[in-house]
């Protein structure tokens, strides 16, 4: 159940500057790219941070590529790779070798955006982690994911959705309804939020913290009667 209403005074919106500024690059999340060693994969990575590659279920061995175009860091322990943009150019090529033999071309477009996790999956075969957060993806990764899957509509592969319409009771003020539902290692929420009162509503994403959640980002925190807004909660999953 959700708090009682009560119009916030405080003004600052500091989980929302938070989450706002991780989600506003085009692409945040984990990149999982799902083909075969012989396709030409297309991805993302940041121009000024070191972007994750791994390989599901296998361990990365050597990355090329033209030299000075880019520069690697081995993780021999988890046999994953960090790899740097060294051009200006705006996109390049890479191979990268695993420990099956096998070669994955990428062709990774350079962009202003946070550092980056690329996960190399075959197409056709499970997903090593299973429901698992993944070793190398820190829960606000995670967390982060889940939020761009909500906000974008999509369902992330190691993740169920579900369409519905559930009128959940909040306040007297408002009509919110829950109409997307994510499940995996987290659960994603996502609500309809209308204002039916004849005054102005002021929001604060914390109205919407309750027990187990980890994230909240409400796309406008006023309202003017009549006007709807879209708020996305993350929060543990039931058999967390």
């Known amino acids: 159940m959700y708090p ?9 919106r500091l989980a929302q500057a938070l989450l706002l ?14 083909g075969h060693p012989d396709d030409g994969l297309a991805a993302t990575v940041s121009r000024t941070e070191p972007s994750l ?20 860091s081995a993780d021999r322990e988890t046999g994953t790779a960090y790899l740097k943009p060294t051009t200006n150019q705006p996109q390049f090529s ?5 420990d099956a033999g096998r070669h994955w ?26 429901r698992a957060l993944v070793a190398d993806e820190p829960r606000h990764a995670a967390i982060r994911r889940v939020l761009l899957a909500l906000a974008r509509d999509t369902t992330p592969e190691d993740m169920s959705a579900s369409e519905r319409l559930e009128i959940v009771p ?18 994603g929420e996502k609500y309809q ?34 006007e709807a807004t879209q708020v996305m909660v993350v929060l543990e999953a039931p058999d967390a």
Do not use: C
Request: no cysteine.
């Open 105 to 130: 071309k990428l062709l990774l477009q350079v962009a202003d955006i946070p550092a980056e996790t690329l996960v190399l999956r075959e197409r056709g075969r499970p997903a090593a982690a299973g």
């Open 21 to 34: 500024a991780s989600l506003a690059p085009p692409s945040v999340a984990a990149q999982f790219l799902e």
């Open 193 to 226: 939020l209308t204002n039916v009162s004849r005054t102005r509503m002021v929001l604060d994403e914390r109205d919407f913290y309750r027990r187990g959640v980890f994230a909240v980002m409400v796309d406008a925190l006023e309202l003017g009667p009549g």
């Open 4 to 12: 009682s209403f009560v119009k916030p005074a405080i003004k600052i």
């Open 53 to 72: 590659i791994r390989v599901d279920g296998r361990r990365i061995r050597r990355i090329h590529g033209v030299d000075g175009e880019f520069a690697v």
């Open 94 to 98: 890479v191979f990268v070798a695993d």
């Open 170 to 187: 909040l306040w007297n003020e408002s009509r919110f309804v829950l109409v997307r539902t994510l499940e995996g290692a987290l659960r």
